[in-house]
Structure formats: C-alpha cells, structure tokens
C-alpha cells in the first residue's frame, strides 16, 4: 500500500560524472518523475518521498537555489500533466520561500478529488520536529479541556501529524548506498520493511520501485507474532501419543 523513499545520492552521482552536484538534482528530478508513473502503473496507494530535510538548510546557496526551483517545478509539472495523481505536502513553511510554500499548497488544492495514487511530498520536513509539533497541538487542546490526557490513543495522537490519513509505511527504501533513515517518517515507519539499494537516485527508473517492491512480496511480516508456518505434521505428534 505504502511505499516510502529516501531519494539520495544525487550528489555523488553528479560528481563521479565530473558534474556540479546541481545536475544531480536536475537529473534525480527524472527519476522522480518515472517513478511516480511507476506506481500509478503498478497500482500503488501511497507514495511518499523524501525531497528536502528540515536539515538540508546547511547546504551551500546554489544547492538550495536549485532545489527551490526543481522541487516546486515537478510538482507543477505532475499536476499539469493531469495524471490520477494526489499530491499531499508534509513539511513546515518555516524557512521556504513563499512560492515554493504556495505551490505545494495549489498543488494539494487542485488535485484533491484525484484517486489514484496519493503522492506525499516530503519538503523541509522533519520527523522529529512532526511529533514534536503533534505534542505541542495535543499539550494545547488538553489545556483548553478538549483532550483528556489520561486516555489519550496512537490514533489521536497520528491525527495531529502533517499528513493525518498517510498510513503506515510498508516499505521504506533508500538509494545511494547510505544505510539510515535520516528523521524520516519515525512515526508512520516504525514497522516498515527497510530496503537500501546502492543505485543513486538519478539512476532509478520506474523498474526500480517494481524490484524492490517484488523484494518486499518476499518478506515475512510479523508484527511480534511469530511466523505463520504452512500445515504439516508436527514433529511432536504421534511420538508417545494413542493413534486412533
Ligand atoms: C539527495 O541527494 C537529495 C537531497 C538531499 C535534497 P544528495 O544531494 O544528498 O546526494 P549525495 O548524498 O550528496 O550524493
Ligand atoms: C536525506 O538525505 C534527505 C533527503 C533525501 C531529502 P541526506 O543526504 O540529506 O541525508 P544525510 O545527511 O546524508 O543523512
Ligand atoms: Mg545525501
């Protein structure tokens, strides 16, 4: 239902090319694109992916420059396209500059009815600072005595989140050959199947999301049950025990 991606390694792709770090951005942009057609393709729920960190601020100028251009531009790019693309925005506007913040915003707004894919973009967000956020929400209801803290559920408290009806991720995957989740969805990703794959960024295609989530098909999931193992005769039966 939920695949979440850590889209890195645009850096480095561009780098070992010989290339400003900026073309790796332009060209991660591509991937995305294919991605997100991917996913349509294959029939997934929810793609949520992971554009710009509350931490990417300590980027150098030109690196921001064109993230704040490439970012708000794909998004432009995906709703004009008119594909059955839901885009929703995770991220706080602090820091963004206001077109950036109002495109996102637009973008929600003009594909709301859509029902295909929903597609979560993650731009200065922070998982941390989400939860965090959720509290201070939830600590001020409980003040004006609209929530009662002594009974308060995981389901109120995700309603407080960015995105309250993102639901669990199943598969969180990472390109770029970094093992670690970078404050990426601590919330919704506490279960998830994690997967980190070499390719950078600017290498996938929509194959990509197909193999890892063919990868996530194979995976035992056990929520702290133990596995459920197919019928056959247990090696304890019979031993001892009156046939009859
Ligand atoms: C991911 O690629 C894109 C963003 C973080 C915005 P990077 O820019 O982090 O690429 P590497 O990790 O330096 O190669
Ligand atoms: C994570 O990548 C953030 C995004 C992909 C947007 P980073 O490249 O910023 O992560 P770290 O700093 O290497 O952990
Ligand atoms: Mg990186």
Redesign the pocket.
Same mark, same amino acid.
């Given at each position: 239902r939920h695949v979440a991606i850590?889209?890195?390694g645009n *850096?480095r792709w561009a780098t070992a090319r010989g290339l400003p770090r900026t073309d790796g951005h332009r060209r991660g942009v591509e991937a995305l694109v294919d991605v997100v057609h991917g996913a349509l393709e294959i029939g997934l729920e929810h793609l949520t992916l =992971?554009?710009?960190?509350t931490?990417?601020w300590k980027r150098p100028a030109d690196e921001l420059q064109t993230l704040m251009y490439e970012i708000p531009q794909v998004v432009h790019r995906l709703v004009t396209e008119k594909v059955d693309v839901r885009v929703r925005w995770a991220g706080t506007p602090s820091r963004l500059p206001a077109d950036v913040v109002e495109r996102l915003l637009d973008a929600e707004r003009e594909t709301r009815d859509h029902t295909g894919l929903t597609l979560t973009m993650?731009v200065n =967000?922070g998982g941390r600072a989400e939860i965090t956020a959720a509290a201070a929400k939830l600590a001020q209801e409980a003040v004006a005595g609209r929530v009662d803290p002594g009974s308060l559920s995981e389901h109120a408290f995700a309603r407080c989140l960015h995105v309250p009806e993102l639901p669990d991720v199943d598969l969180l995957v990472r390109t *770029?050959g970094?093992q670690?989740t970078?404050?990426?969805l601590p919330w919704q990703a506490t279960y998830a199947e994690l997967l980190f794959l070499d390719t950078p960024?600017p290498a996938v295609d929509r194959r990509t999301l197909w193999d890892a989530m063919e990868q996530y098909a194979r995976r035992t999931r056990r929520y702290g049950s133990v596995a459920r193992i197919p019928a056959q005769a247990s090696p304890l039966s019979g031993r001892g025990a009156p046939t009859t």
């Open positions: 850590v889209m890195d *850096g =992971y554009a710009f960190s931490e990417n993650c =967000y *770029g970094d670690r970078s404050n990426f960024w």
